[in-house]
């Protein structure tokens, strides 16, 4: 299930960014604003599946990690679909896009942790390459109260890549792992 949530929460990121443009019909406004909703949403379902491929909790470096990414990336992605919502009584504005630096903080850490003591090295390292892609394309992003260069083309060629990723690593939360 989480695995799937993965997969659909790339999916919704690519069509809300697809659809954001300015001038867009009620309906496609409205579509993409559900659709805003929906990925963080589900971003929050593929960190609930990951956590299962977290080592054993210990006092290590890399366990406690694994732990502390999880908390702040739920975090994260519940703030985001609290913000679509308009639950924080915040107005859509480049600062309220900060809970993406929680999420994506959350999934660094977690990809880590999977690839170092995890039961999937695989799957760490693509969770690792698809929080990369993320920061590049948050850091990227014009629209980004934090933007370090604002290059718009890099910014969606790599959201497009992040969305990719994102349902490649729920893709391998789908098939079930068989190691011993």
């Given at each position: ?25 009620g309906y496609i406004d409205a579509l ?36 502390v990414g999880f908390v702040v990336g ?79 083309s890099v910014h969606v060629a790599f ?22």
């Open positions: 299930m989480a695995g799937t949530a993965a997969v659909l929460a790339g999916l919704c990121y690519g069509a809300a960014g697809y659809l954001d443009r300015p001038g867009i019909s993409s604003s559900a659709l805003s909703v929906a990925f963080p949403a589900l971003f929050l379902g593929g960190l609930l599946g990951l956590r299962t491929h977290l080592p054993p909790t210990r006092t290590d470096f890399v366990s406690s990690a694994g732990v739920c975090f994260g992605a519940m703030l985001g679909a609290l913000r679509a919502l308009g639950a924080l009584g915040l107005e859509e504005t480049a600062t309220t896009e900060w809970w993406w630096v929680l999420f994506l903080d959350g999934l660094t850490l977690m990809g880590l942790a999977v690839f170092l003591k995890g039961r999937l090295r695989l799957m760490g390292a693509v969770v690792s390459i698809s929080a990369a892609l993320g920061w590049v394309s948050l850091l990227t992003d014009p629209a980004f109260s934090g933007v370090l260069v604002p290059l718009r959201a497009a890549a992040f969305c990719l990723s994102s349902m490649v690593w729920g893709a391998i939360l789908v098939v079930p792992y068989r190691g011993h």
